[in-house]
T-cell receptor
Framework: AQSVAQPEDQVNVAEGNPLTVKCTYS??????LFWYVQYPNRGLQFLLK??????LVKGSYGFEAEFNKSQTSFHLKKPSALVSDSALYFC???????????FGGGTRLMVKP | NAGVMQNPRHLVRRRGQEARLRCSPM?????VYWYRQLPEEGLKFMVY????????ESGMPKERFSAEFPKEGPSILRIQQVVRGDSAAYFC????????????????????FGAGTRLSVL
């Protein structure tokens, strides 16, 4: 069975500082990894994905994520946080044989001015 | 290209009634996925459909829940005889190819989500 852990319920960061939202996963086969963001009362918006290739993946709105196979992690990062980045972030995994996404519990990012 | 459209956005039902949730995938997408989100939790997979076929329903409760994706028209998630525990946000996603497929182009493995239907059972 596949699983995703987002160990932090909430991450607080000051505007302009770098941010990291952590994600570790467990899956058999080759992992397909995704980050989504959810704003209040909205659906999930795709940020970025890792399927294969470079371990550092760049996505929307200046976000990036680093795939680390040995640590089974896919942490989301941004060099300089904006107040408008405040939202709920979800990491998700599937593999090369599956179609359902397994989501982590989500991490609420709060960026303070 | 319109995104994934779900309606209604909010649905209120009394216990024992039926709830019908609709999802129109993005144009050109023939793969639809339904997920359920309880408050302050992540999304849980329910069912994966391709036109006229249920591919994977491993996340669907065995009773009262059903899903379809007819040749014409939207995908429907149907909940019969709703109970309070069914109160949740139900999200639909679509993709042009199976998420696990070998089409590794820019957007081909991504599931695009609708805004969801928030079901409240009184």
């Amino acid at each position: 069975a596949q699983s995703v852990a987002q160990p932090e319920d909430q991450v607080n960061v000051a505007e302009g500082n770098p941010l990291t939202v952590k994600c570790t996963y467990s899956v058999s086969g080759n992992p397909y990894l995704f980050w989504y963001v959810q704003y209040p009362n909205r659906g999930l918006q795709f940020l970025l994905k890792y399927i294969t290739g470079d371990n550092l993946v760049k996505g929307s709105y200046g976000f990036e994520a680093e795939f680390n196979k040995s640590q089974t992690s896919f942490h989301l990062k941004k060099p300089s946080a904006l107040v408008s980045d405040s939202a709920l972030y979800f990491c998700a995994v599937t593999n090369n044989a599956g179609n359902m996404l397994t989501f982590g519990g989500g991490t609420r990012l709060m960026v303070k001015p | 290209n319109a995104g994934v459209m779900q309606n209604p956005r909010h649905l209120v039902r009394r216990r024992g009634q039926e709830a019908r949730l609709r999802c129109s995938p993005m144009k050109g997408h023939s793969h639809v996925y339904w997920y359920r989100q309880l408050p302050e939790e992540g999304l849980k997979f329910m069912v994966y459909l391709q036109k006229e076929n249920i591919i994977d329903e491993s996340g669907m409760p065995k009773e009262r829940f059903s899903a379809e994706f007819p040749k014409e028209g939207p995908s429907i998630l149907r909940i019969q005889q709703v109970v309070r525990g069914d109160s949740a946000a139900y999200f639909c996603a679509s993709s042009p190819y199976p998420t696990s497929g070998r089409a590794l182009g820019e957007a081909k493995n991504i599931q695009y989500f609708g805004a969801g239907t928030r079901l409240s059972v009184l």
